[in-house]
């Protein structure tokens, strides 16, 4: 079982090195990141961005920038494309964010030229390693797509089956949360909850096992559950949590990260390739996580 991010950059080791396109690289946290993430043997990188900014940089953190190629590209939609071409030419294994907005490198990502299409719809899954949780907790969507509908929480779910599946959990328990746990008709999130369980006993939500409607507490608490008389299996035990919408999601996330202190990696999931996608606040150890988790994605291709 992964417990936490040492199991999750041992198994990177395994599987690694990959190969990363950064897009705007002239950033000190990703520098790090990445030449941390060099000196394990997880991935090697790409770095597109301001040439002299990089090796600046680089000079600061005593990094040996000799040991990566790099791109010389001021501009940020231009470096972005740059980026992710390199990765839709077959040159990287995914793109990760550097020092640009993330509405410009998921436009590059969706370009019909040289982008990352796949039709599919793309999600972020941010995962957790909290002192007070035994495994590893997958979260989505805290950052991506505002107030899903039922197809697409059904997408939301299925991108997040492929990055627990990637870190080999081989049947991750979804918890589908919301305000409380009964069914309420003046409550949507509560209504598609039961669909969406419904829709994996049938068949439809493949390679894991769906429940809910969930409050937080019996999703992630025994206790909780126990208390209230709720004995579905994915009851206190949940691998990944779909959160109703965005503003849910994002309190939850930052609430694990600025008060739980956990460390946490993010990724956008639903391209060809993994995208990955941290917070500029997120420090460099997330980050390095987050190529860790990238790795294991592009492994599980």
């Given at each position: 079982?992964?417990?936490?991010?040492?199991?999750?950059?041992?198994?990177?080791?395994?599987?690694?090195?990959?190969?990363?396109?950064?897009?705007?690289?002239?950033?000190?946290?990703?520098?790090?990141?990445?030449?941390?993430?060099?000196?394990?043997?997880?991935?090697?990188?790409?770095?597109?961005?301001?040439?002299?900014?990089?090796?600046?940089?680089?000079?600061?953190?005593?990094?040996?920038?000799d040991q990566f190629e790099i791109v010389d590209e001021k501009d940020l939609k231009e470096g972005s494309r740059k980026a992710v071409q390199l990765v839709s030419e077959g040159k990287a294994h995914m793109v990760m964010k550097g020092l640009v907005d993330t509405s410009i490198i998921l436009k590059a990502v969706l370009d019909e030229e040289i982008g990352l299409r796949t039709g599919k719809l793309l999600s972020h899954v941010a995962v957790f390693d909290l002192?007070?949780?035994?495994?590893?907790?997958?979260?989505?969507?805290?950052?991506?797509?505002?107030?899903?509908?039922?197809?697409?929480?059904?997408?939301?779910?299925?991108?997040?089956?492929?990055?627990?599946?990637?870190?080999?959990?081989?049947?991750?328990?979804?918890?589908?949360?919301?305000?409380?746990?009964?069914?309420?008709?003046?409550?949507?999130?509560?209504?598609?909850?039961?669909?969406?369980?419904?829709?994996?006993?049938?068949?439809?939500?493949?390679?894991?096992?769906?429940?809910?409607?969930?409050?937080?507490?019996?999703?992630?608490?025994?206790?909780?559950?126990?208390?209230?008389?709720?004995?579905?299996?994915?009851?206190?035990?949940?691998?990944?949590?779909?959160?109703?919408?965005?503003?849910?999601?994002?309190?939850?996330?930052?609430?694990?990260?600025?008060?739980?202190?956990?460390?946490?990696?993010?990724?956008?999931?639903?391209?060809?390739?993994?995208?990955?996608?941290?917070?500029?606040?997120?420090?460099?150890?997330?980050?390095?996580?987050?190529?860790?988790?990238?790795?294991?994605?592009?492994?599980?291709?």
């Open positions: 079982m992964i417990r936490g991010f040492k199991d999750v950059l041992n198994l990177a080791k395994k599987k690694g090195p990959k190969t990363i396109s950064v897009a705007m690289a002239n950033d000190k946290e990703v520098l790090l990141a990445v030449n941390e993430a060099k000196k394990l043997g997880i991935a090697d990188a790409i770095l597109v961005g301001d040439k002299d900014e990089i090796v600046n940089l680089a000079k600061e953190i005593d990094m040996d920038i002192e007070t949780y035994e495994k590893i907790l997958l979260v989505t969507d805290a950052a991506m797509n505002i107030a899903p509908n039922l197809e697409q929480k059904k997408q939301i779910i299925e991108n997040a089956v492929y990055v627990a599946h990637s870190l080999d959990i081989e049947e991750p328990k979804v918890a589908v949360v919301g305000a409380k746990e009964k069914v309420n008709p003046k409550m949507p999130a509560t209504v598609d909850a039961q669909k969406l369980e419904e829709m994996n006993k049938k068949g439809e939500i493949k390679g894991c096992m769906v429940g809910g409607p969930f409050a937080l507490d019996n999703a992630i608490s025994k206790e909780a559950a126990k208390h209230k008389g709720i004995e579905h299996p994915v009851a206190g035990d949940a691998d990944i949590i779909l959160v109703p919408y965005i503003e849910a999601g994002n309190i939850f996330y930052k609430s694990l990260v600025f008060l739980a202190k956990a460390e946490n990696a993010g990724v956008i999931v639903g391209a060809k390739a993994p995208v990955i996608l941290t917070s500029r606040a997120d420090s460099d150890k997330a980050k390095l996580n987050s190529i860790a988790l990238g790795v294991l994605m592009a492994s599980n291709k």
